[in-house]
């Protein structure tokens, strides 16, 4: 069984086995999954630029005709080469395709499946990870220190440095999806060009907290009571991929910044300054939602919340196929509660 995390998966995307052509990536980082294809993409052709050594296949579409992969993938390019077949998987499956591939693997050309986050038992995951020549590659947001290395990177390329604090400071507002953690991280250096150091300044400036980056605008609406705008901009995270558990994981934390901010002004303090004190500070944008949020729920309602936020989480992995609507009842509830006060 080949199923690769953490130092093994590193060490196979910097010297990928030409034996295992056939490579799954999976995982609730979509843009960590986006990425590694990206440079799997890059390095198995011998001319990135030609459009004829790149193929894109819809898994739902071959899912109609499976073995299309098989022909595509042993298909002799007709100015020789290096060819790359890139496949994002569906609802769908085209597991019988996969299957035959990994039969008869090609010798020139990678095969590089994008998937959400797919259970153990699902059928193209256990596909890949029987099949001596395939590969599954689990992709889970950064730890401490993948941040730490992805900062250092971009860093050096830049040709700056960062004080200790300003890094401090970034580390809590990178991670949960590895593309927007690096587009910030880049929109950063591009802020300090020229001035050698990064400051703190420069981080609460520039940085916004990329692991919500996308789920801030569900989170605020659930929890100052707007429905409606819950359901249209959760179905575009859905259209996005964007993997419901992440977004109850988003909800989790801004319940548990709430709810320690609602005692903070239970004791007194008014709900400008106590949102203002808060560390990591909030940004300025949702200032005004949280204010609503406060003054929609109480302590014990916001307590019940994270409660409520808890057994979703779980619900949502064990069952995955019905994690979309789960997220979606969930926060639907939360908006319907807040908007008629506790």
Known sequence: MVALRGRDATAFLARPDPARPLILLYGPDSGLVRE???????????????????????????????????????AIPMFGGRRAIRVRAGSRSFVAGVEALAASPPRECRVVIEAGDIKPDNALRK??????????????????????????????????????DARAVLMTLLGGDRQASRNEVRKLTLYAHGRGEI???????????????KLDVIVDAAFSGKPQLVETEFAKAMVAGTYPGQIILAAQRHAAFLHKTSLTVESGT????????????????RKAASEAALRNLSPARLAQIIEQLAVASLDTRRQAGLGAAIAQRTLLSIAVSARRRS
């Open 270 to 285: 008014p709900a400008a300054t106590a949102l203002d004190s808060g560390f990591p500070r909030l940004h300025f944008s």
């Open 36 to 74: 590694r294809a990206d440079a799997l993409i890059a390095s198995a052709l011998d001319d990135p630029k030609d459009p004829f050594a790149l193929v894109r296949l819809d898994g739902d579409e071959l899912a109609a005709e499976p073995s299309r992969l098989v022909d595509e993938a042993l």
């Open 199 to 213: 400051t703190l300044d420069d981080v609460m400036a520039c940085v916004s907290d990329a692991s919500d980056l």
């Open 127 to 164: 596909a890949c990870e029987k099949a001596a020549s395939a590969v599954a590659i689990g992709c889970y947001p950064d730890a401490e220190a993948d941040l730490a290395k992805l900062i250092d990177d971009e860093l050096r390329a830049a040709n700056l440095q960062i004080g200790r």
